[in-house]
């Protein structure tokens, strides 16, 4: 039998933390503006205590009642002291586990032990714990881990280059911050010169009252682009910290993964409990032949502000084939390929929106001729974003398709302006769909849709397929496909 950490006592004190309200109160009930306040008050200072004591009573007696227990097959959890709560999670159906190791509580030797199956929805977690230093090492003895004897060589280990580029990649409003921090840059002036104009024709009188306040403008317009600047670099930052000192080992069942320079974090994740592979690039990292290894496991990459990453920015050809037992394959060609005669599907949307920016602008400079420039600059700055977007919906349909080998599927496809390759074993799709509309049926191409297993089904959409191909798919799997026609 095993407690958790001390320090868990204080998490239960503070669920009874709405009992310092009688202290509050009594506090101001006694309150008056004269010399004898401070001696009226100490003489129930011992309502207060006892509140206090009360309160950490409370949290003592919740966390003498928390208590860990092993049997041969299976982890226990004892919680609650009138209604007893019993955790049993079998030690074959864990899928992940995680230990993480906040540098704030290193000095009291206390950790955050989580673990992870593949029940529930909503990425729960089904146990979490605070744990001691001892506590851990004897939780870990019955966690999966890898096979020393066994351990597969030549995993490529992330270097500072690659979490380096990871962080700038990943770093949340990269782009947008560049275009945001561009905009009011430039923009700042052009609506300093528009004001500027627009006030001085009302009155001459008050140019220098005016003045002032468009002053203003600029410096603020200055200030916000530095913000956003400044909180990508921030995120970047954070990310550097966060995904730094990465290291992967595994065998062909389990594997151990260790990122973290001031929070540390490991993970060991079963290999067969792994739902899919994940290689994403964006347009950049496509053109020189780089992706991200994330996979989707129960626990994994669950936690805040993190993705399930396994390897950070690589060179797809440095992969290698040893990474093949935990479902990363490269040089593999699609079988069943995206048509090119169906790019209307990719490409007509963020056509028409890129065709309507400049006629927009022309609209706006007729109405409002005062505001013709910064309409002019909104729209340039939106114009870029949609050729971008257009290149980026070319190149997917060029390389969008599906590819079958062995017992797995690949699947190539986009969403937004990020590319997928997926890995999966054949029987871990829940549903295959084919959508289509009026005009689709009729030239034979489809959509097709394909869901994998995990606590949260991820759709995979490639369009522009050829319906007796989706159609051939589904037999050679073996699923029953739903075939959905829209009007």
Not at 22 to 39: A, E, M, Q, S, V
């Amino acid at each position: 039998m095993y407690f958790e950490h001390p320090l868990k006592i204080l998490k239960y004190s503070a669920k009874n933390i709405w009992l310092l309200i009688f202290p509050l109160l009594r506090g101001i009930y006694t309150y008056h503006f004269d010399k004898n306040w401070f001696y009226s008050w100490a003489k129930g200072a011992w309502f207060d205590i006892a509140v206090l004591g009360a309160i950490i009573i409370f949290g003592f007696v919740r966390w003498f009642f928390s208590r860990i227990y092993f049997t041969d097959e299976e982890l226990v959890h004892r919680d609650g002291v009138f209604l007893r709560i019993h955790t049993y999670i079998p030690f074959r159906n864990i899928s992940s586990v995680t230990v993480e190791r906040p540098i704030y509580m290193a000095p009291l030797r206390a950790m955050r032990f989580r673990c992870d199956t593949r029940a529930g929805i909503f990425k729960t977690v089904d146990l979490k714990l605070l744990v001691s230093d001892k506590t851990r090492r004897h939780i870990m003895e019955h966690m999966p881990d890898i096979d020393e004897k066994e351990k597969i060589e030549g995993i490529p280990q992330p270097n500072v280059w690659s979490i380096l580029m990871f962080s700038i990649f990943f770093s949340s409003g990269f782009s947008g911050t560049v275009y945001l921090a561009t905009f009011f840059f430039k923009g700042g002036d052009i609506a300093y010169n528009i004001i500027s104009r627009s006030l001085n024709i009302i009155t001459i009188e008050t140019a220098k009252i005016t003045e002032k306040l468009v002053l203003k403008i600029p410096t603020a317009a200055i200030f916000i682009g530095v913000f956003f600047i400044a909180s990508w670099f921030l995120s970047f930052l954070v990310n550097l910290f966060r995904y730094g000192r990465f290291t992967i080992e595994c065998d062909k069942s389990c594997m151990k993964v260790r990122y973290g320079i001031l929070d540390r974090k490991e993970y060991r994740i079963k290999n067969s409990h792994i739902n899919y592979t994940d290689l994403r690039q964006n347009l950049i990292m496509k053109l020189f032949g780089a992706v991200a290894v994330n996979i989707s496991c129960a626990g994994y990459g669950s936690s805040k502000n993190r993705l399930p990453v396994l390897l950070p920015v690589k060179h797809e050809k440095k992969l290698g084939k040893n990474l093949q037992v935990i479902g990363i394959y490269s040089g593999i060609k699609n079988d069943y390929s995206a048509q090119p005669a169906g790019i209307g599907s990719y490409l007509l949307i963020p056509l028409i929106i890129a065709a309507l920016i400049i006629p927009s602008h022309d609209w706006v400079a007729r109405l409002f001729p005062r505001f013709a420039e910064l309409s002019f600059f909104v729209a340039v700055m939106l114009e870029i974003p949609a050729v971008w977007f257009i290149i980026v919906k070319f190149v997917a349909l060029l390389t969008s398709g599906v590819a079958l080998y062995d017992d797995k599927i690949m699947i190539r496809c986009s969403a937004w302006t990020r590319f997928h390759k997926v890995v999966s074993e054949r029987d871990k799709i829940v549903k295959m769909e084919l959508e289509q509309n009026l005009l689709q049926a009729l030239s034979g191409r489809c959509a097709m849709s394909i869901w994998f297993e995990g606590e949260e089904h991820r759709r995979f959409k490639i369009k522009a397929m050829k319906a007796s191909d989706v159609r051939k798919i589904a037999d050679i799997l073996g699923y029953e496909l739903a075939e959905k026609v829209k009007a």
